[in-house]
C-alpha cells in the first residue's frame, strides 16, 4: 500500500505542476503571447520571420479557441485531478494497518496470529470449520440413482 499511496501523491503534485502553470497560462496578461512565440521559435519561425506576428495573433486568438481557452480547459482538468488523487493517495493510507505491505506484515495478521499462539492446547482454533472426514460417494455411469423418477409410479399420471 506504501506505494500505491506515494504514486498517488507524485501523481498529484504533478497533476498540480501542470494544472496552475496552465492556470498561470490563461490568467496572468501577455503568457499567452509569450507562449505562442515560444512554441514558433521551436518549429522554425524565428523573430525576423515576416510573417511571425501573424502566426502569434493566430495561435492566440480567443475566437478560435487560442492558447487562453486551450490553457482554461488544461487548467480545469488537471488541478481536480490532482485533488482526485490526492483523495485516492489518503485511502491508500488509511488502508496501511490492515494489509500487507512491502516492509512486513500488518499489525491485524500480527495480532491474530499472537492469540493463535496463546490458546491452550486443545482448545479450538479461532476462525476455522471442521474439516470433512468422509467423502460423499460420486455416483457412477449406469447407477439406479441417476436414472430420473418414472412418472407413472403413483402420481398424477395412472
Given at each position: 500500500?506504501?506505494?500505491?499511496?506515494?504514486?498517488?501523491?507524485?501523481?498529484?503534485?504533478?497533476?498540480?505542476?501542470?494544472?496552475?502553470?496552465?492556470?498561470?497560462?490563461?490568467?496572468?496578461?501577455?503568457?499567452?503571447?509569450?507562449?505562442?512565440?515560444?512554441?514558433?521559435?521551436?518549429?522554425?519561425?524565428?523573430?525576423?520571420?515576416?510573417?511571425?506576428?501573424?502566426a502569434?495573433?493566430?495561435?492566440?486568438?480567443?475566437?478560435?479557441?487560442?492558447?487562453?481557452?486551450?490553457?482554461?480547459?488544461?487548467?480545469?482538468?488537471?488541478?481536480?485531478?490532482?485533488?482526485?488523487?490526492?483523495?485516492?493517495?489518503?485511502?491508500?493510507?488509511?488502508?496501511?494497518?490492515?494489509?500487507?505491505?512491502?516492509?512486513?506484515?500488518?499489525?491485524?495478521?500480527?495480532?491474530?496470529?499472537?492469540?493463535?499462539?496463546?490458546?491452550?492446547?486443545?482448545?479450538p482454533?479461532?476462525?476455522?470449520?471442521?474439516m470433512?472426514?468422509?467423502?460423499?460417494?460420486?455416483?457412477?455411469?449406469?447407477?439406479?440413482?441417476?436414472?430420473?423418477?418414472?412418472?407413472?409410479?403413483?402420481?398424477?399420471?395412472?
Open positions: 500500500m506504501a506505494i500505491g499511496k506515494w504514486s498517488m501523491y507524485i501523481s498529484a503534485v504533478l497533476f498540480l505542476i501542470v494544472g496552475l502553470g496552465a492556470l498561470a497560462v490563461a490568467v496572468v496578461p501577455g503568457v499567452d503571447d509569450w507562449v505562442a512565440e515560444q512554441t514558433l521559435d521551436q518549429v522554425g519561425f524565428t523573430d525576423d520571420s515576416p510573417f511571425q506576428d501573424e502569434v495573433e493566430a495561435i492566440t486568438d480567443d475566437d478560435v479557441g487560442g492558447i487562453r481557452i486551450t490553457a482554461w480547459i488544461l487548467a480545469l482538468t488537471f488541478l481536480p485531478t490532482a485533488a482526485l488523487f490526492v483523495w485516492i493517495g489518503r485511502w491508500f493510507k488509511s488502508m496501511e494497518g490492515g494489509v500487507n505491505s512491502m516492509f512486513g506484515g500488518s499489525t491485524n495478521v500480527a495480532a491474530a496470529n499472537a492469540a493463535y499462539l496463546q490458546q491452550q492446547p486443545g482448545a482454533v479461532p476462525y476455522t470449520t471442521p470433512p472426514t468422509e467423502q460423499a460417494p460420486v455416483p457412477k455411469f449406469g447407477d439406479p440413482s441417476l436414472d430420473p423418477p418414472d412418472p407413472t409410479a403413483g402420481g398424477i399420471i395412472s
